[in-house]
């Protein structure tokens, strides 16, 4: 297993940027797919990108693609999620997620991650 830990989360206005950072602890941080969830109010959590192992393959919920970038760097045991042009409705606390999914399951339900971080609070201002 591998834990994690987020950062990166913050208060930022309509057309801003974040950047998240996940740092994951072990040796096999390279096995696992990395993903990133979130969570607003009242809401059910739900996906927003995924990479692969190798990092070569990434996935996006539709609402986020082109202004998202998610990325890792097996070598610090991290992935990140660059955020741009944020909108109010990006507001949530995103978790990541680490899981080890062969390449033929999908990375967009979260019943494919069986570790997770605790989760950084973004909020967008309108």
């Known amino acids: 297993q591998v834990q994690l830990v987020e950062s990166g989360g913050g208060l930022v206005q309509a057309g801003g940027s974040l950047r998240l950072s996940c740092a994951a602890s072990?040796?096999?941080?390279?096995?696992?797919?990395m993903g990133w969830f979130r969570q607003a109010p009242g809401k059910e959590r739900e996906f927003v990108a995924a990479i692969r192992q190798a990092g070569t393959i990434t996935y996006y919920i539709d609402s986020v693609k082109g202004r998202f970038t998610i990325s890792r760097d097996n070598a610090k045991n991290t992935v990140c999620l660059q955020m741009n042009s944020l909108k109010p409705e990006d507001t949530a606390v995103y978790s990541c997620a680490a899981g080890r999914a062969a390449p033929w399951q999908p990375l967009t339900q979260d019943s494919q991650y069986d570790n997770w971080g605790q989760g950084t609070q973004v909020t967008v201002s309108s």
């Open positions: 072990g040796r096999s941080f390279s096995t696992y797919a």
